[in-house]
């Protein structure tokens, strides 16, 4: 049986590699380039975690002590309980869109971070405001860490516009894992997480009503070969089980450790700029033309990376 940190440790390797997949889908012209299609995607992918409540039906007494959800746990919401899920749905839209945009202007590894950091953050703060979360003692040791990480990716390797969509997508990010920590305060596991993910499918069949946004979705889809379509399926089915390894961690050990291992996550992006990236064509893989650019990518990494151990522990 793997530890709690083994789990956490093997989630944080499939996020980076999801994340890698999500640069090439987006920059691909041939695949999903517009990153709100991409993002609506990943939304309808992600609501339908649902049917893993359909495994919870069946009489297996293994089941429930592997911890995996059961629908006799699932009530009619109450009205918090849906603007819970809602606003966390539409905030984690509004993130993707913004995450995908910057994935498709620069490196993975440089992306990811700078949206881990601004994310964990401004998740302190606005737990610290809305949630009565008290900050760690080492909170302002941490935040001076992951500024300067931020700051040195941001001034050398991003342009403007994706230094804006990279503190876009995580701020909202945040606003998406408060809402979800409300929403589980407000009721059950089990319960908020079937709401969570109906709450996907609501915020991207809504999307269908913004003008012109269909017709996008029809165009893009159709200019999508079935080969690129299972790329899709299989980035998303990684990123759930990344999702479910970490939420099962969590259960299992210690929540501040398993938040401070995502910046291994960071760690193991460098690895694949390293080893994978001249591998990879220009636009979809890790631009590193130069040893100095290895050297300052590894050193707002590592600051990055240790700010995540400082905040969180």
Request: hydrophobic residues 55%; proline residues 3%; glycine residues 8%.
């Amino acid at each position: 049986m793997f530890s709690w940190i083994t789990l956490a440790v093997i989630a944080q390797a499939i996020n980076a590699g999801v994340a890698l997949v999500d640069k090439y889908i987006v920059t691909s012209e041939k695949i999903m380039p517009k990153p709100s299609v991409y993002a609506f995607y990943t939304c309808i992918l992600a609501g339908m975690w649902v049917l893993v409540f359909l495994v919870g039906i069946l009489p297996i007494p293994l089941l429930s002590s592997l911890g995996v959800p059961s629908l006799s746990h699932v009530t009619t919401p109450t009205l918090s309980v849906a603007v819970f899920a809602v606003l966390s749905a539409y905030a984690f839209f509004i993130a993707l869109v913004s995450l995908y945009a910057a994935l498709k202007e620069a490196d993975a590894s440089d992306v990811i971070p700078v949206v881990g950091a601004v994310s964990a953050v401004a998740s302190f703060g606005l737990s610290h405001f809305f949630l009565d979360t008290r900050l760690t003692p080492n909170f302002m040791v941490g935040l001076l860490l992951l500024s300067l990480g931020t700051l040195l990716v941001s001034h050398l390797r991003f342009t403007w516009k994706t230094a804006l969509n990279t503190v876009h997508a995580g701020l909202f990010f945040a606003i998406h894992y408060v809402t979800i920590k409300g929403l589980f305060n407000e009721t059950s596991f089990d319960d908020g997480f079937f709401w969570s993910r109906v709450a996907f499918f609501v915020v991207a069949v809504s999307m269908l009503m913004i003008p012109g946004f269909l017709e996008k979705i029809h165009t893009q889809t159709k200019a999508t070969t079935r080969q690129s379509g299972f790329l899709v399926l299989g980035a998303k089915l990684m990123a759930g089980i990344g999702s479910i390894l970490i939420l099962k961690a969590t259960a299992l050990g210690n929540v501040a450790i398993v938040q401070a291992l995502g910046g291994l996550q960071f760690v193991f992006l460098l690895f694949f700029a390293l080893f994978l990236g001249h591998k990879t064509p220009l636009e979809y893989g890790e631009n590193i033309k130069h040893r100095h650019e290895l050297y300052h990518k590894a050193a707002f990494i590592t600051m990055i990376t240790i700010g995540f151990f400082v905040l969180f522990i």
